[in-house]
């Protein structure tokens, strides 16, 4: 059987209402051009889709290819997935005959569809190579990557296409594997594959009569190992990586000892677990599968994120001297990783990726500043870096952040929402005072004190969580916060609070 080209299939996602059978519903999300977003594959194009009724995000996958048994294996997947309980895959639905498509290409007018939610993030590939430079976050795909890897090799079923172009890595660093064309459940035991994997990921022997749980225990070998060495070593990237493949090809998989790449993982043998990893994959590539006991092996130690020490949040004239500036007018050290001044007259901005600290006073007095993203590499926000931003909404502050000093958001009236880290242990003098929106506060686990003044005329702040880590509420924290109706405590800790307290409220309900 034919199917459609890609541009048959645009024109008749245009029109949904029309040409969809039950998912009516959906419309194509365009890009700034006005055109659909999508992506396609060897077998497969998929159409980003959003539900009119309740606005949330679906990838509507069309066929390009004929497969054998396509709608038997879809099914078996739809039900098997059912049961999987993980993050590491999404559920799906098979509908046959759904999709109408004016096409020249066969006599057939309704085609099947897929249908999954959206998942945002990248490709692993490209996220590898947009993070080179950053050890940490390498390390943390590594890690992420064997745990799923360390999970999977033991499952019943097997994706049947593991390679950096079907992992995506979502936002906040988790992998959720896409495109089930080539995917193992028990159901389909005596079938042959449909889709043999991508040749720079599969083992040189297989074919389409291997097709069982075991199919991707070599591409998960190959790839964490690839992803483990990449991480203690950039340069093996630089000098063996390529688009949608890591460091090895298919050509090193027929001799290990013509392969370049795997002569210069030696240099690193000295890793344990590199080592490990290392001697899984040659096992894999000598026999062919691993037994789920192998499972543990994959299992690497959580990298530990660097401790950044601040010396000052101030901006001295000799770091002013060498500044450069963004293209909205921020003003940044030259190596982009001091904010020394915030742009004006700009109603969002992003900070940098890879700034460290946000120095005193940045971004005061910006009142036209209403949204502002602060990306997880900022350790410190300086003194009343944000005061009098009158127009800011909400402040999430990453938990990257250690250091808030006085007064950082001090007249921020509009300030209704607020997003604090347990990595933070001080509230320091002043740092909420006169936010006027703020009506809610949650003080997370793993503060140890609230400065004098803290939450000072908050005069809408209703009610407030204190975490059991909190030892310390200095005077007149909350003087001023007439509204104050309710401070929640942890249980059994009712008679150390209301001490704690007594400085900063009278006759207020303590639950």
Known sequence: MNYPLISEYLYSILS??????????????????????????????????????????YAVRCFLKDQSQREERYRAVANYLKSVDSPHFVRILYLEKELYVDTASCKEREFPIVLMRWVDGCNLDRFVSRNITDQFRLKKLAFDFCSMASWLIGQPFAHGDIKPDNVMVQEDGSLVLVDYDGMFVPDMKGMKSGEIGSPDFRHPLRDENMFDERIDDFALASMALSLKAISDDTRLYEQFGAQERLLFSSIDYRDLSRSAVFGALHDLLSDPELLRLYSMFVTVLSVGYLSPDWAVRFLIAPP????????TTKADSELRSSA????????????????????????????????????????????SLQHLSIPDSVVALGEFAFSGCSALECAVIPHSVKIIKDGAFRWCTSLHTVEMPGSVTSISF?????????????????VVSIGSAAFRGCSALQSIVLPESLNTVESNS?????QLQSIYVPKGTKGKFIKLLDLSLHSKLIE
Not at 478 to 482: L, R, S, V
């Open 16 to 57: 949904p209402e029309q040409n969809f059978s039950k998912l009516t519903r959906l419309r194509p999300v365009l890009d700034e051009d006005g055109q659909p977003i999508l992506t396609s594959g060897n077998f497969a194009v998929v159409f980003k889709m959003e539900d009119v009724d309740d606005g949330k995000f």
């Open 324 to 367: 450069c500036r963004d293209e909205y007018g921020a003003v940044y050290s030259s190596d982009g990783k001091i904010l020394i001044e915030g742009p004006d007259k700009l109603i969002d901005y992003s900070i940098l990726e890879e700034t460290l600290v946000i120095c005193d006073s940045a971004f005061s007095n910006k009142k």
């Open 304 to 311: 530990q994120n660097k401790v950044v020490e601040v010396d």
């Open 478 to 482: 909350f003087y001023g916060c007439g």
């Open 430 to 446: 002043g740092t909420f005072s006169d936010c006027t929106s703020l009506v809610n506060m949650e003080i997370p686990e793993g």
